[in-house]
């Protein structure tokens, strides 16, 4: 069955900037060699940290699993390479909203040597879809466009819905980042086979790979392999060149013209939004088993001798991938973890890379920033936001820290993309504001529904340990009555195993 068709929707506001990607795309993805250290965090996801598993001093293999997560809350990290376990400790990290995290560290051992998996790989098509979100969950698979929510959890909630469309998302629009266009353009294979194994877990028929329509080259290749494979379930879709058409509610107008309610998600316009890079995982670590252990990330800017693409392994640090694309400039200023847009400065080039980094990019000196002066409430940042708020009074509500209004006016919906500041005349910071006061308002909510969990689980213990105080309770009293019947040293005997028990407990 083909995959049924639709007029483009429009993005409302958004801007056209200067791409910026031709210096990272003049030559394919290079590999940086395996280092002497991986540092590797236990959290690479949205959700709960995961749990080391390994020992100081242990010797692990590659693709081994050394930190697990208790459920499809959180992603299971593996060993990058082979080689002892030599710390698990703070150390610094390029996250959103804080600074050092738990670290495994293994000093690799050169020999790169992968684990042997006894576990029987069976063919994705044959495995029902609970059977197959499980996989991708023991793979470590999380959103590789940057959000990094664990991909297994996310297809659940999908099967929750009525989901009717898949939409690969190749957008890639924010300027100088262009991993995923590297990847679409050799790694075509993989990007299909993705799409087939999450269009199986969905079990749908339908979808759509969106691709900016400056990327001639991709959108080529990837006509090529579909071509070959020959699946009319899967249709490529050209998306204009505007940012931030590749933002996840934004490209769902584009592509089906149907729009995400406030507050809602994809799947409630029966769609389901997955980085073209997850999907590479997904085929990768389905067919030839190897989990989520390296990723393709940019290594670009002014600032950077030659800006290449790269694919490193998971925990290599900024440091070292800057080295191997041949070191800073004379004039390197500012290290920025992702794109010039979203992306997060950073001070130290000891940070390594991890599943969220999509890009290195190192800024020359640029003009200082331009004081802030009052709004003058021109009305060019509700302009351009492609979610429709008002950030002039979303700035103010920020600053007020009037939570009920900032809700009222869609803080949640902001998707932090940067078009308001970058039109202000007044120079106004409204995009970290915003930034700012989310982060504020998730972790009282994640806050509050770990307690909730904690709840849960004290509440499941004290049930069950209860239910086994009354089972004891009731078998004592049955053996009593049974004594009772055979006389007095019957009783003793019972009152011995009993005390026996009581100090084994
Ligand atoms: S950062 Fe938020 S408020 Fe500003 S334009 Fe983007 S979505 Fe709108
Ligand atoms: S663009 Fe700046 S000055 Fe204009 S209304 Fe928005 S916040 Fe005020």
């Keep these: 069955?083909?995959?049924?068709?639709?007029?483009?929707?429009?993005?409302?506001?958004?801007?056209?900037?200067?791409?910026?990607?031709?210096?990272?795309?003049?030559?394919?993805?290079?590999?940086?060699?395996?280092?002497?250290?991986?540092?590797?965090?236990?959290?690479?996801?949205?959700?709960?940290?995961?749990?080391?598993?390994?020992?100081?001093?242990?010797?692990?293999?590659?693709?081994?699993?050394?930190a697990k997560c208790e459920d499809a809350l959180g992603a299971p990290v593996h060993a990058s390479s082979s080689g002892k376990v030599i710390a698990i400790e703070p150390w610094p990290v390029s996250r959103r909203y804080g600074e050092d995290a738990p670290c495994?560290?293994?000093?690799?051992?050169?020999?790169?040597?992968?684990?042997?998996?006894?576990?029987?790989?069976?063919?994705?098509?044959?495995?029902?879809?609970?059977?197959?979100?499980?996989?991708?969950?023991?793979?470590?698979?999380?959103?590789?466009?940057?959000?990094?929510?664990?991909?297994?959890?996310?297809?659940?909630?999908?099967?929750?819905?009525?989901?009717?469309?898949?939409?690969?998302?190749?957008?890639?629009?924010?300027?100088?980042?262009?991993?995923?266009?590297?990847?679409?353009?050799?790694?075509?294979?993989?990007?299909?086979?993705?799409?087939?194994?999450?269009?199986?877990?969905?079990?749908?028929?339908?979808?759509?790979?969106?691709?900016?329509?400056?990327?001639?080259?991709?959108?080529?290749?990837?006509?090529?392999?579909?071509?070959?494979v020959d699946d009319p379930r899967i249709v490529i879709k050209q998306v204009p060149?505007?940012?931030?058409?590749?933002?996840?509610?934004?490209?769902?107008?584009?592509?089906?013209?149907?729009?995400?309610?406030?507050?809602?998600?994809?799947?409630d316009v029966a769609c389901l939004v997955q980085n073209v890079g997850t999907a590479a995982a997904i085929h990768h670590w389905m067919v030839d088993h190897e989990p989520l252990i390296s990723r393709i990330t940019t290594v670009t800017g002014d600032g950077i001798a030659?800006?290449?693409n790269v694919e490193a392994r998971l925990g290599t640090?900024?440091?070292?991938?800057?080295?191997?694309?041949?070191?800073?400039?004379?004039?390197?200023?500012?290290?920025?973890?992702?794109?010039p847009m979203t992306g997060k400065s950073v001070t130290s080039d000891r940070v390594p890379l991890v599943k969220a980094t999509n890009c290195i990019l190192v800024m020359s000196q640029t003009a200082p920033a331009k004081p802030e002066m009052p709004c003058i409430r021109c009305g060019d940042c509700a302009a351009v936001c492609p979610v429709q708020l008002l950030p002039q009074q979303l700035f103010w509500y920020t600053c007020a820290d009037d939570e009920k209004k900032m809700r009222s006016h869609g803080l949640i919906d902001c998707i932090e993309c940067g078009c308001c500041d970058l039109i202000c005349p007044s120079h106004i910071p409204l995009t970290a504001n915003f930034r700012t006061a989310k982060a504020r308002i998730r972790e009282q909510a994640d806050e509050k529904a770990r307690a909730e969990r904690a709840r849960h689980r004290f509440e499941a213990r004290n049930d069950r340990l209860e239910r086994s105080q009354q089972q004891r309770d009731e078998e004592l009293a049955r053996q009593k009555a049974t004594a009772r019947r055979a006389g007095p040293d019957a009783i003793a005997e019972i009152l011995r195993r009993k005390q026996d028990k009581t100090d084994e407990d």
């Excluded at 959103?143 to 998302?169: R, S, W």
């Design 1 to 66: 069955m083909s995959a049924p068709t639709y007029d483009l929707g429009k993005l409302h506001g958004g801007l056209r900037l200067q791409a910026h990607k031709q210096m990272s795309t003049a030559e394919p993805i290079r590999q940086v060699p395996v280092p002497a250290q991986l540092i590797l965090p236990i959290t690479q996801h949205a959700g709960d940290p995961a749990q080391p598993v390994v020992d100081i001093g242990e010797h692990v293999l590659k693709g081994q699993l050394i």
């Design 306 to 308: 030659t800006p290449m």
């Design 104 to 228: 495994i560290v293994i000093e690799c051992d050169g020999e790169d040597t992968a684990i042997e998996s006894d576990e029987d790989f069976a063919a994705y098509d044959t495995l029902s879809s609970e059977a197959l979100l499980n996989r991708i969950l023991q793979g470590g698979i999380v959103g590789l466009g940057g959000a990094v929510f664990p991909t297994a959890q996310k297809l659940m909630q999908a099967n929750t819905c009525d989901i009717e469309f898949l939409i690969l998302n190749g957008v890639e629009c924010e300027p100088y980042i262009s991993c995923d266009d590297v990847l679409m353009r050799e790694h075509g294979r993989q990007v299909i086979g993705g799409a087939q194994i999450l269009m199986h877990a969905l079990s749908i028929d339908a979808c759509y790979i969106a691709v900016e329509s400056d990327k001639p080259i991709a959108i080529r290749n990837l006509a090529e392999v579909l071509g070959e």
């Design 317 to 339: 640090t900024v440091e070292n991938i800057v080295k191997f694309a041949g070191g800073y400039t004379e004039n390197a200023d500012q290290l920025i973890i992702g794109g």
């Design 241 to 267: 060149t505007i940012y931030p058409s590749g933002g996840e509610d934004q490209l769902v107008q584009l592509v089906t013209n149907r729009e995400v309610p406030s507050g809602g998600l994809p799947g």
